[in-house]
C-alpha cells in the first residue's frame, strides 16, 4: 500500500487515460503526488511503474479520491471521431 507523505500536494485524476497520464507526469515532475484512477484493472500496475497511485473508481462510484486537486479528464479513445 502507499502511504502518503503529508508534506507534498497531492492531486487526483479521475480519468488517467492517455491525456490523463500527461498530466500526472507533469505534476509528478512538479513535486505533486498524484493518484490516477483507471476502470481497466489491467491499467493498474502501470500506472503504479509510472510514479502514479492507481484506484479502480467509476464516475459516480462512492468515495471519490480526496486531494488538494482533482482533475476530471474524461476524453475518448484515440481512435475516436472527434466530429461525430
Known sequence: MHH???DMKHAAIIGCGWLGQEMARALIRDGWQVTGTTTTPEKL???????IEPLLYRIGDPDPPAADMVIISATPSRTADYVA
Open 45 to 51: 500496475g502501470w500506472l503504479r511503474q509510472a510514479g
Open 4 to 6: 502518503r507523505r503529508t
